[in-house]
């Protein structure tokens, strides 16, 4: 699919993050999200979580960061529908690893 436009895109993940389980929404309080159009180094990488995850803190550290990458999103997807899903999910994804899920956890909880 083509590459939307970063106003749309921007909505899509602003819309994922509202809709985010009320079991993280927590962690929202600590997190930046960025959006940004690719990975400088792994083109094809769809999101990134970076910080120390929640239960891990011991409240010295800044916010951590999710960051979003539109293009890498939009060419893995063939309609508006699927990369709105798959936006949420990669949303959902992020910020778990910030809640201190790891993936297999994620995938228990069918988030993944």
């Given at each position: 699919m083509?590459i939307v436009?970063?106003?749309?895109?921007?909505?899509l993940?602003?819309?994922?993050?509202?809709?985010?389980?009320?079991?993280?929404?927590?962690?929202?309080?600590?997190?930046?999200v960025?959006?940004?159009d690719?990975?400088?180094?792994e083109?094809?990488?769809?999101?990134?979580?970076?910080?120390v995850?929640h239960?891990?803190?011991?409240?010295?550290?800044?916010?951590d960061?999710v960051?979003?990458?539109?293009?890498?999103?939009?060419?893995?997807?063939?309609t508006?529908d699927?990369?709105?899903?798959?936006?949420y999910?990669?949303?959902i994804?992020?910020?778990?690893?910030?809640?201190?899920?790891?993936?297999e956890?994620?995938?228990?909880?069918?988030?993944?």
């Amino acid at each position: 699919m083509e590459i939307v436009p970063k106003y749309r895109f921007d909505r899509l993940v602003a819309d994922a993050l509202d809709d985010l389980p009320d079991e993280l929404q927590h962690v929202l309080d600590n997190v930046v999200v960025q959006i940004h159009d690719r990975h400088p180094v792994e083109h094809d990488l769809l999101g990134l979580y970076e910080g120390v995850p929640h239960t891990e803190r011991t409240g010295q550290e800044g916010p951590d960061v999710v960051s979003i990458y539109r293009h890498a999103l939009c060419e893995m997807c063939e309609t508006m529908d699927e990369l709105v899903d798959e936006v949420y999910v990669t949303v959902i994804h992020e910020v778990a690893h910030a809640a201190g899920i790891d993936d297999e956890r994620l995938h228990q909880l069918g988030w993944g």
